[in-house]
């Protein structure tokens, strides 16, 4: 360790040693030679031309060093001015450096805000593919309006269906029930009473309107009709189906339902006419 | 370790330490490695940097899942839950802090787990596995919370949707169930590849890469990797992708996503790919971004490969970890 100290110390003397004389060889040497001489010019008991001449050469040696010594004031000057010089550039640069950090976080921020922007549009936009593939709600409220009109009617259409077709069952079950208690005053009163057959599909107003057609059928012919037997009679054949007879025409007896024949009774005969004016008003 | 062993090697699962400088993968053979991030990302970094700083067997099968908490670092493998102190193992310390095993019904066979998710609301952890069920085990005292059954396969994935309160999970049967954590029940369940736009039947149902993003899911496998917005269960965009996709993760505005490719595909949300990234290994397990410290970004992959590539940008690798 005591050998290091001193080669550091050495090394730092040297090199004091030279940046003191770095100055082109000789400054401190022409001092040490004008003070050798100034002395030995005291001290010399030499000629005063010598010593003239010896003064004068001392005066150079001194006007050389306060030039080296002005020369290197100045340099130590401009030194100087150029450290501020550097400092100023150094600030400068640090202030730089600074703002560009400040940007550059700033930029940061902004990129990160800019990335959530650019996120949620596409989620937004994800969204609204999907949503696109929905038709669109005007369109279906004006369906469900033109849907809903339609049920409307249809509903009023079945209502008055259904109104009509009770109407008729009544009509009907009325028709039936006269039928039934005609032949039960009837069976009760009178043995040789001709049965009313009705049977299918009846046609109301064709059937039993005023104004059916009639027959004149033939005296004794039998007519098998839903397991009746039904003796000829005097009177009148209505057929229900008048287009089963010509117009005026004398219409077939057919033994095919659907046929209405009035009753033949031993008071008169009753003609359909008469039992529908009789029940229905 | 032998040259044959570093060439049958797959790295399953991955994690960062919470201090951000430390990476620790598991692979096949039931090890863990830790790796120093800040060594090889120093500027004085060489190829010993690029080798882990510790290597221990962590379990007796592969190491499927690694989760880190604040301070300890989770490992499943071989049907139980190990859990190992970051400071500990930092030091070089092996001892594993506690071991728990979730209540398997049959003792025959251990169900492996496959996937583990951290639920920060109640401290809770969500472990999925072979025996279709999705264990709840509480993280302050240990117990097993409860049991949400319903899978009909086992499970691949599990995520959880913080803001809901919800469990997310997908498995072989091809459906991905969403379970309340607090009522323990199913509230939906999506089956995907009944979806034409997503389906897949070449390559399967099964649901392999399971995330979320509190109001978006990302769920992939057999079917195509698609995109679900949660509110209305419906799927916005469906990714052309060719491989089955194993682990996709949302990163600022992208998906990032890893499969059966040898690339890390980036994609974006409407539905385009927008750059694939080749990498080391040719089918990728997993993928990781490091979110725990700004200094050491890094994205890393592992796959069916002793290399973990890293990316410090994510255009490029940067260079490789080695086991």
Known sequence: ?281 | IGPCRLLHMSVFSQSFSPCGKFLAAGNNYGEIALFSLSAALGPDANELSQKPILTFTAHEGPVFSLLSTDSHLLSAGNGEISAWSWAELIKKNVKAAWTRRPNYKSSLEIPEINAMALNPADNSLAVGGGDNNVHIMDLENGAFKSVLQGHTDYIHCLSVRERASEVLSGGEDGAVRIWDTRTSQCVHCVEVYKYETCARPQHGKWISCLTTDSDWMLCGGGPSLSLWHLRSMSPTSVFPLSGCQRQATFYQDMILTVGEGQCVSHCLMGGEVKAQIPCTPHSINTLAINTNSTEHRVLTVGGSSDHIDVFTNLSYKAFSLRF
């Not at chain 1, 050798?36 to 060093?65: D, I, V, Y």
Request: hydrophobic share 30%.
């Open chain 1, 1 to 281: 360790m005591r050998v290091d100290m001193g080669a550091v110390t050495d090394d730092e003397v040297i090199r004091k040693r030279l940046l003191i004389d770095g100055d082109g060889a000789g400054d401190d040497r022409r001092i040490n030679v004008l003070l050798k001489s100034f002395t030995k010019w005291c001290n010399s008991p030499a000629t005063p031309e010598e010593g003239f001449t010896q003064h004068q050469r001392m005066h150079g040696t001194l006007a050389q060093c306060e030039f080296s010594m002005l020369k290197t004031l100045m340099v130590y000057d401009m030194n100087i001015r150029e450290m501020e010089n550097y400092e100023k550039i150094y600030s400068n640069i640090e202030e730089n450096i600074t703002s560009a950090h400040e940007k550059i976080s700033e930029c940061k921020k902004e990129i990160q805000r800019a990335k959530r922007i650019r996120k949620n549009r596409q989620e937004y936009d994800a969204l609204a593919k999907v949503i696109q593939q929905h038709p669109d709600r005007h369109e279906t409220l004006k369906q469900l309006e033109a849907l809903d009109k339609e049920l409307q009617q249809l509903s009023d259409i079945k209502e008055n269906v259904d109104a009509k077709l009770e109407l008729r069952k009544k009509q009907f079950h009325v028709l039936l029930s006269t039928i039934q208690e005609l032949q039960q005053t009837l069976d009760s009163r009178d043995e040789q009473l001709h049965l009313v057959g009705v049977c299918g599909h009846l046609d109301v107003r064709q059937s039993l309107g005023p104004g059916g057609r009639t027959h004149q059928p033939q005296e004794g012919e039998h007519y098998r009709h839903n397991e009746v037997l039904v003796r000829g009679f005097k009177g009148h054949l209505v057929q229900p189906d008048t287009h089963r007879g010509g117009p005026g025409g004398r219409g077939q007896a057919v033994s095919t339902p659907p046929y209405v024949i009035g009753i033949q009774t031993q008071s008169g005969y009753l003609d359909m006419d008469y039992l529908y004016r009789l029940k229905v008003q």
